[in-house]
């Protein structure tokens, strides 16, 4: 719903008031930790929008660039004593301002669009472009957002789990799945794997068509046509008849719950673990880093559930990526709008992995995963990567 101007300030000022300045979401904050800047911190970026929702200072260049620059990964608000709802705060004052000059719209629209990245994908594929894809890039600009997008072209060649299609029963819960855009085409594999385990401990799936929730134009300060997208997740589940939302993705999740405050949207690790006794997997001796991205521990809240499946594998050697660094950097759009800086995250990111000395690398998150992908092309590693659900699935007893 579109707020009158007068009414967004009001919000953001009284959000921003809820702040003491105590500052203990500094040494959460990975900008803070990038620049040691106080504009670049939660605290700063709060008496920045205070000041623009008051009238105290103008959205010049030099002073939006630090809201531009928040990652929206919510470790200030988790660790926050006020209980400041940051993340409210933080769309409200993009709403207010606008999205920046250079946001890549043409790039975005695209990636907002499944039917596009699949063309895209086969035309990929066909053409050879992970043979020649390091020449073109290098050909574009440092700061390219399109030099940055191609960096991540994923050429994943993870085998599809096949759904168990359990015959229905009566009285089993119907559980929504929302595809999303990019998930829908990059983590494909694992939406088949969240059904097949699903399907496994009683649930009944209803998958919705695939497009954006949202998120992206939420978070660039795109409000009217978030608030379109949000529409059309409200008649997609209208049409559903299911009890529960799910994603694979949890960087849906804010944006799913915008749009549906009444209704439960979660991580499908959660209903998983409601039911873990149903579910048994054969070992697989392998050691595993898991990296646990910022959605996932921040709106998800999930990560115990997860540590818990993932322990139910025999011989599995899990290894969690340890935070700090607290963000990889790729934070939705923010890896193709600001690519130096997201690469400086991910470099630290990297560097923790590296010291684990894992065969393979688990993300729940496609944005983080394909971002740290390209860090390890760059770098010459060579983990495999994939979704959690993706290894459950492939492991679960009586599946192909």
């Given at each position: ?209 695939a497009f954006c929730c949202g998120a992206m134009d939420l978070h660039g300060g795109e409000m009217e046509m978030a608030d379109r997208l949000a529409e059309r997740v409200r008649d ?25 405050p009444d209704v439960s949207v979660t991580d499908p690790v959660t209903l998983l673990a409601e039911r873990m006794d149903r579910l048994s997997f054969r070992p697989l001796e392998r ?114």
């Amino acid at each position: 719903m579109k707020s009158p101007p007068h009414t967004r300030k009001q919000k953001i000022a009284a959000l921003a008031d809820q702040c003491v300045q105590c500052g203990l979401c500094l040494p959460t904050c990975p900008t803070y930790g990038l620049d040691g800047n106080e504009a670049e911190s939660p605290r700063g970026r709060i008496a920045i929008a205070a000041a623009l929702a008051r009238g105290d200072a103008e959205p010049t260049a030099t002073l939006r660039i630090h809201l531009d620059h928040c990652l929206g990964c919510l470790n200030c608000q988790r660790v926050c004593p006020a209980n400041v709802k940051y993340d409210e705060l933080l769309v409200e004052t993009r709403a207010l301002i606008g999205p920046a000059p250079e946001r890549p719209r043409q790039l975005l629209a695209m990636l907002k669009q499944p039917t596009l990245l699949r063309l895209a994908s086969r035309v990929a594929d066909a053409t050879g472009l992970e043979r020649w894809k390091k020449r073109l890039t290098d050909r574009l600009p440092a700061n390219s957002a399109w030099r940055a997008a191609l960096a991540t072209w994923s050429d994943d060649g993870t085998a599809l789990p096949a759904s168990l299609a359990p015959s229905p029963e009566a009285g089993q819960t119907v559980v929504a799945i929302f595809p999303g855009c990019v998930a829908s085409v990059e983590d494909e594999t694992a939406e088949r794997a969240a059904v097949t385990l699903l399907q496994a401990v009683g649930y009944r799936i209803h998958r919705l068509p695939a497009f954006c929730c949202g998120a992206m134009d939420l978070h660039g300060g795109e409000m009217e046509m978030a608030d379109r997208l949000a529409e059309r997740v409200r008649d997609s589940w209208r049409n559903a008849g299911a009890a529960q939302l799910v994603t694979v993705t949890p960087g849906c999740l804010g944006a799913l719950r915008r749009a549906l405050p009444d209704v439960s949207v979660t991580d499908p690790v959660t209903l998983l673990a409601e039911r873990m006794d149903r579910l048994s997997f054969r070992p697989l001796e392998r050691r595993v880093a898991l990296h646990l991205p910022c959605t996932q521990l921040n709106v998800a809240r999930s990560e115990s559930a997860l540590q818990k499946l993932l322990s139910k594998v025999p011989s599995l050697d899990l290894a969690v990526v340890p935070r700090p660094p607290h963000c990889c950097g790729a934070a939705g759009t923010h890896m193709l709008e600001f690519p130096e800086r997201a690469a400086r995250l991910r470099d630290g990111v990297l560097g923790q992995i590296a010291i684990l000395a894992p065969q393979q690398l688990l993300s729940s998150n496609i944005g983080c995963r394909l971002h740290l992908a390209a860090g390890m092309d760059k770098h010459g590693a060579h983990w495999p990567h994939m979704h959690p659900l993706t290894l459950l699935a492939q492991q679960l007893e009586n599946s192909p």
